[in-house]
């Protein structure tokens, strides 16, 4: 399976995101700068976390303006899986993949800490791996992660079942508590928690490692 990852300016999480993918499929991921305008031959495309162009104007505005997003806005219109992790959740947004926006935290504090979060739909390929109703804990680490929409789109992602992640103990105020969700045709999804950042016992758990692996097995039938 081949895999890319997006490196734009001040990403900071793109080499965690390349371990664990070269982890889950024995391959490195092409590592792809934002000004190019071409992808590779690849079958999952990654938005990393960090904090693209220092988060000016608003968190991943810049970033969803960069050449290579129209190819992966192809992409994911022909079906190709992608991921956007903390930045890359809002760099989705941004760009239109996702519905909704990423604002302030409530508290308007910067968090960094372990999360638990709730499978509401292991039935799509980015929670294969896990069972509904299962938690798992993923580390969070951002300022903008509060998940807003109407109340329209709620109602509508909630019926279509396409809130794949829950937070147990909300940290940002994110509306019904949405830490994960994916696209209406079901293959991109926006995860405000690192998944990546638990890929090794090392690294404090291995829910991340069962993330990717179960992923890329599912991308790959």
Not at 115 to 136: D, H, M, P, R, W
Not at 156 to 183: C, H, K, Q, T, W
Request: proline fraction near 6%; include cysteine.
């Amino acid at each position: 399976m081949k895999t890319s990852v997006i490196v734009f300016p001040a990403s900071n999480c793109d080499r965690d995101a390349a371990v664990a993918l070269e982890q889950a499929t024995g391959k490195p991921p092409a590592m792809v700068w934002h000004a190019e305008t071409d992808l590779p031959d690849t079958d999952l495309v990654v938005l990393p976390g960090g904090f693209s162009y220092g988060d000016y104007l608003r968190s991943g505005a810049m970033a969803a303006r960069s050449p290579i997003m129209r190819a992966v806005v192809e992409k994911a219109k022909s079906g190709t899986p992608v991921i956007g992790i903390c930045n890359g959740f809002q760099i989705l947004t941004e760009a239109g993949l996702l519905p909704g926006a990423l604002l302030r935290n409530a508290g308007l504090n910067f968090v960094c800490r372990t999360v638990t979060l709730k499978v509401e739909n292991n039935q799509s390929i980015f929670a294969s791996a896990f069972e509904k109703g299962q938690t798992v804990d993923f580390p969070v680490a951002h300022h903008d992660g509060n998940y807003f929409a109407d109340k329209e789109t709620l109602d509508r992602l909630e019926s279509e079942g396409r809130i794949v992640f829950r937070y147990v103990d909300n940290p940002n105020g994110s509306a019904r508590d949405i830490a994960g969700i994916m696209n209406d045709a079901g293959n991109v999804l926006g995860l405000m928690p690192h998944p990546e950042r638990v890929i090794s016992p090392l690294l404090g758990g291995v829910d991340g490692a069962l993330f990717f692996k179960g992923l890329v097995e599912a991308a790959a039938r």
